[in-house]
């Protein structure tokens, strides 16, 4: 690391905002502990409640306005949503504050865009470098690795009641979220427009807008996506039986859907900066695995909105 770097980082306010309920396991101890051998003025700060790490994140940037700060999000993809919510939602622009993720949830899917880099360093981010990243702003939300409607959706929303649970929860939450979903949420009525055009009207089996590239544990949904071009990646798989959506999965989970040529009929790819969905009836969507309800969602692409922590290199 360079000495204007390292100075830079010791000069910043380092944040550490904690989910104890991340994993299934409370590792807030250990990464407090962690935290004040890494940097002996930082501020550590465990979660109560569901968007607790937004309120706290959007009070720290009004109450240290002007110093650069570094919040490093200790959880899933969900936690992370909620630090970079907190973020935005105070801050017109990224400035001089950073977001650093500590992956410890049952998911992890944004961090694996930068296969290699060891995120559960903490000495290592630390001493990472930020590079500016997209962020989706959905509504009045924001989404940073993926949104999904249909299928996916009721995979999330399964997700969340089992993943506590032995044998089918934990990191094989994704896996029993598909089986229990294939009898009721394989046909989804909507219409897509993508930059002001219509793209898709009909039943989808999935639709997914992503700015990273996985989603449930490591499913390479979207291989092609670029994190900082200012563009989303959309994909519509139409309806299928159980038999060939069964054939279909291992394909999607390693990432070469948009490679086969046999799917090339029920596969529909795009890429944009802004995105509808109108299912037409109250549905859910999946922003970064936590669930939402509505009969339309926006969605639009924020160009390099965040500045995101990647671990130095030992």
Not at 162 to 167: D, K, Q
Request: with cysteine; glycine share 10%.
């Amino acid at each position: 690391m360079s000495l204007s770097k390292f100075k830079k980082t010791i000069c910043m306010r380092h944040i550490f905002v904690v989910n104890p309920c991340a994993g299934g396991k409370d590792r807030s101890g250990e990464i407090e502990a962690a935290a004040k051998r890494l940097v002996k003025d930082c501020e550590v700060y465990r979660t109560t409640a569901s968007r607790d790490a937004t309120r706290y994140v959007a009070d720290c940037c009004g109450r240290y306005e002007g110093e650069a700060l570094r919040f490093y999000a200790c959880g899933g993809d969900g936690t992370l949503n909620e630090v970079v919510s907190g973020v935005l939602s105070v801050k017109s622009e990224a400035g001089c504050v950073e977001v650093a993720c500590y992956p410890c949830g049952s998911g992890d899917d944004f961090v694996r865009y930068w296969q290699g880099a060891d995120f559960r360093d903490l000495s290592s981010l630390a001493e990472g470098t930020a590079v500016p990243v997209d962020v989706m702003r959905v509504g009045d939300r924001y989404c940073v690795n993926t949104l999904n409607y249909g299928f996916e959706a009721a995979v999330c929303h399964t997700m969340a009641e089992v993943r506590r649970i032995p044998v089918v929860g934990g990191r094989m939450a994704y896996t029993s979220g598909i089986v229990a979903s294939l009898a009721t949420g394989r046909h989804n009525r909507c219409r897509v427009t993508v930059d002001d055009e219509v793209w898709f009207d009909g039943e989808a089996l999935l639709l997914s807008v992503a700015n990273g590239q996985y989603a449930g544990g490591g499913y390479h949904c979207a291989p092609r996506a670029k994190n900082d071009d200012g563009l989303l990646e959309v994909m519509a798989v139409k309806p299928m039986s159980i038999a060939r959506f069964a054939r279909l999965i291992k394909y999607y989970k390693n990432g070469e859907l948009l490679d086969r040529e046999e799917l090339r009929q029920l596969v529909l790819y795009r890429r944009g900066r802004h995105i509808v969905i109108d299912p037409m009836c109250d549905s859910y969507v999946a922003t970064d695995g936590e669930i939402v309800l509505g009969n339309r969602f926006d969605v639009e692409c924020l160009p390099k909105a965040i500045n995101f922590v990647i671990p130095a290199k030992h």
